[in-house]
């Protein structure tokens, strides 16, 4: 009778395994199981806009993208009362610093731009006013919004709440030609309030 031996060997793995704890959703679809239904019919909306709008351009009827572009005011001022809306689920796009020259008021606050999953982006942003660009909707330095919005990186999610500022100046009654060929100006404003 033989004997065999067998030789064995074991190897013994060094395995890290890097476990990230997450609260809130991790995807789009998670995202829209906790978005309120103001922020749900505001995507609706949004999507609806943009396919009749490329149908009138499409069909080069600049009556038509007026008409489109008014509506679109009348519907989100329904929906959105002064243009406030509340608790909505964003995706974070950036969060930057301003340092503007020409305006120090801004310097240090934070310019924030966050996602819809809709592709509508909204935040702040620099505008053009009577033919100056400034800063606009940025976040007061050293707030508590500042110090919540410094923690935020790309990509991750956080529930805002806020108001649309074209929406709060809203002017219902105006011809459609009101929406169509030019941004609204500091004086366009200050009449609409008078």
Known sequence: MKTFTYTVILLF??????IQAFAGPQDWN??????PIQQKQFCDLTDNYVEDLASAIIGRNEIKQNIIKKQRQE????????GRFKDWIVKTV??????DQNNKDVNGNA???FELWCGTQIGSGRFNIDGNLKWGATIKYNSRQYRE????????FAIISGTF??????????????????????KDLENIKN
């Open 111 to 113: 310019a924030v731009v």
């Open 149 to 156: 919005v410094s923690k935020l990186s790309n990509g991750e």
């Open 30 to 35: 998670e995202a829209q199981n906790y978005a």
């Open 165 to 186: 500022q074209k929406l709060n100046d809203f002017a219902p009654g105006k011809k459609e030609t009101y929406y169509a060929s030019r941004p609204l100006t500091n």
């Open 13 to 18: 793995l060094s395995l890290t395994i890097k």
């Open 75 to 82: 519907d989100l001022d329904g929906l959105l009362p002064s």
């Open 94 to 99: 950036s969060v930057k610093q301003v340092n």
